[in-house]
């Protein structure tokens, strides 16, 4: 089944939602960034909700999330855009840790619980939109919940999860927000909290078979509106000529510097890990177009 997010409202619009599933989005990047599970499930659980960030915004808008904890995984960075194009890196991908006292991946022990969640909004304007908010848990989930209450002002729950097998294999991914609309009456907030309370893990829905939408109705039922459904999918916009660009960036001095002691470059792109390699020779004419 190919991955799916969601946007709709429910309860006659007094909560409005966001469903994914993101197994292979998340495969894609364990696979991309050779990352261990406990890094594949802090990487994958980032760019789950990054991705259902993104399908909260219109047009050309785009948005950065950066996780910087204090723990052994360094920092989680994902770029997502409304269109579902997502892409996403952690420093040290090789980070594993013993399971928590839950027998779970301890992603928190892992990105730390002192440190710092922010975003970064392109919403076409002179300046971008930041928001930031200290971690409370590293789970991410509940630091994501506080980033929307705290940095928008917007009630949410946000449910994330990724399930790896023991050779590294992304088995599920995915995750929900729901968010409060001003006109909820106290029963419908009672009832939501109750869902939320009461739900199974995320990944143990996938594993069942659940859709995207199934993980929603979860939570809210039979009574949900569908407004829109994309498919969020790895893009990464790094390219030879874009490098080559960053190359005569650099400046005459630092390219000579380049060609006389190493000869040659390679130059690795974060997001993909894709690697650009450039020649003496190569070099050389790119010294020329950036002193001509």
Known sequence: MTDEL?????????????????TELVRELQRRHDTF??????LG????????????LKGD?????????DGPIGQIVV????????????????THLPSNSLGKLDVSGAVGKTGFLNVTKDLGMKEPYR?????ISGELAEDFTYYFAASEQTPSAVGLGVLVDTDNTVLHAGGFVIQVLPNITDEQLARLEQAVASMPHVTALLDQGETAEGIVRFLVGDDLTIHDTIEPRFVCQC?????????????????????????????????CNEAYQ???????????RATS
């Open 278 to 288: 450039f020649d003496s020779e190569q070099l050389r004419e790119i010294l020329e």
């Open 61 to 69: 808008e785009k948005l950065t999330v950066q996780v910087k904890g």
């Open 79 to 94: 770029d997502a855009n409304a269109a579902g194009e997502v892409k996403g890196y952690v420093d040290y991908p090789h």
């Open 239 to 271: 390219s030879r000529e874009r490098v080559e660009r960053t190359l005569i960036s650099m400046g005459e001095t630092e390219l000579r510097k380049l060609i006389d002691e190493d000869g040659q470059a390679e130059v690795n792109c974060h997001f």
């Open 45 to 56: 659980r980032t760019a789950t909700a990054a991705a259902m960030m993104g399908f909260m």
């Open 6 to 22: 969601i946007r709709g409202t429910a309860w006659g619009g007094a909560v409005r939602v966001f469903g994914a599933k993101t």
């Open 37 to 42: 599970p406990t890094a594949s499930a802090a």
């Open 131 to 135: 928001g930031s908010v200290p971690l």
